[in-house]
Every structure is written in C-alpha cells, then in structure tokens.
Antibody
Framework: EVQLVESGGGLVQPGGSLRLSCEVS????????MNWVRQAPGKGLEWVSG????????HYADSVKGRFTISRDNSKNTLYLQMNSLRAEDTAIYYC????????????WGQGTLVTVSS | DIQMTQSPSSLSASVGDRVTITCRAS??????LNWYQQKPGKAPELLIF???SLQSGVPSRFSGSGSGTDFTLTISSLQPEDLATYYC?????????FGGGTKVGIK
C-alpha cells in the first residue's frame, strides 16, 4: 500500500525557517518524481515544487522560488521541503504527492502538515 | 503560466442526478488534464488523468472528456459520498496549475 506521511509543520514567525519531511512506503521511492502542493485555509490547491526523477531537475512556483528548496534522501525514503524567509501568505496545509516518471500528475497524496506563519 | 478556469464554482444536485463540471485552459494542453476530488477535511485524490483515464479504484460513474482547451468531468449518477470539491489541473508543463475548484453539494 502506498503511504506518504508528512511532518515538520508548526507555528513559525515571519522570516523564519522550517523543514518539512515526507516519509514514504509501499513503493520504490527512488524511481518516482515527487511534489509539494499547498492549500491555504479555505482556499484552493497551489502547486509549490517538484523534483523529477528522470533528470534530477527541480521545479518551483514563482511564489516560492529562491526561498524554498526541495530535496530527497532515497536511503531514507524521504522527501524534504526546506522553507526559508517565511511569510504570512505561506500559511497552509502542505501535502506531498507522488507522481510517476515526470512530476506532472499527482497520483498519491499524503494527509498534509499545517504550517502557520504568524507573530 | 497556464490559467485553469472551472465552472461552476459550486452546485447542488439530488442523488441520482447527472452532474457536469467544466474546465478551460488558457492555451491548448492537448489531453494533459487531471481531475481530483477533495472531501471535507481530507487530502485530494486523483480521479481522472490524461483527460479521460479513470484512476484505479475510482467508481465508473466518474468520467472525463475533452482535449485542447475545454474539458468536462461528469458524474453520471450523483451519490451522497460524492459530496466534495473537485479540481482540474493541467499536467502539460510546470508550473502545474489548478482550477479554482467546484464544490458539489447534495440537495
């Protein structure tokens, strides 16, 4: 059974940093592209970042480029999102999502972790 | 970036009704269009990929169609468990973009 479990969310002050983790099981992690998607309270879905397994390329939404970094540790079956210079508008539930060879279709999702940026 | 526009933003229908949700892309995306269902308080789930391919385990009352810029998600016979918000998403290029969502309620 495919499982994705996010962790690392919490309350952080504006300008602060946070690292989210997504531990996966039930599939060979190193062979799949992965993504982060967020959802602000009461709002729709916003794609944040993707990491392609085919060419190791990273992709980012303009809203987070230069502040967020996606990475993976295949030995730990874990995807990460390092978030720096956090802003109030980054407040959201952050979901990790598994794709296939390319990042573009989100076949499986985790349950999400809440990030709140507030003083 | 490719803009995705869904309509309507919300609807209410009776159990057994046929429900149709539309999604329009700001440029042609061939069949690179996915549909997700998000039930209240839950994570989204993939329903349909590549415009018309049903994800494993999804009931056959869900179907998708379209290509180019105009797409449709149809629920052939609405069930109580279909209460959810539905999102389209283009998978043509990054940044991946979603429609604003359609909230489906039961009368």
């Amino acid at each position: 059974e495919v499982q994705l479990v996010e962790s690392g969310g919490g309350l952080v002050q504006p300008g602060g940093s946070l690292r989210l983790s997504c531990e996966v099981s039930g599939f060979i992690f190193s062979t799949y592209s992965m993504n982060w998607v967020r959802q602000a309270p009461g709002k729709g879905l916003e794609w944040v970042s993707g990491l392609s397994v085919t060419d190791d390329k990273t992709h980012y939404a303009d809203s987070v480029k230069g502040r967020f970094t996606i990475s993976r540790d295949n030995s730990k079956n874990t995807l990460y999102l390092q978030m720096n210079s956090l802003r109030a508008e980054d407040t959201a539930i952050y979901y990790c999502a598994r794709a296939r060879a390319t990042v573009t279709t989100l076949f499986y999702w985790g349950q999400g972790t809440l990030v709140t940026v507030s003083s | 970036d490719i803009q995705m526009t869904q309509s309507p933003s919300s609807l209410s229908a009776s159990v057994g009704d046929r429900v149709t949700i539309t999604c329009r892309a700001s440029q042609s995306i061939s069949n690179y269009l996915n549909w997700y269902q998000q039930k209240p308080g839950k994570a989204p789930e993939l329903l349909i990929f590549a415009a018309s391919s049903l994800q494993s385990g999804v009931p056959s009352r869900f179907s998708g169609s379209g290509s180019g810029t105009d797409f449709t998600l149809t629920i052939s016979s609405l069930q109580p468990e279909d209460l959810a918000t539905y999102y389209c998403q283009q998978s043509y290029t990054t940044p991946l973009t979603f429609g604003g969502g359609t909230k489906v309620g039961i009368k």
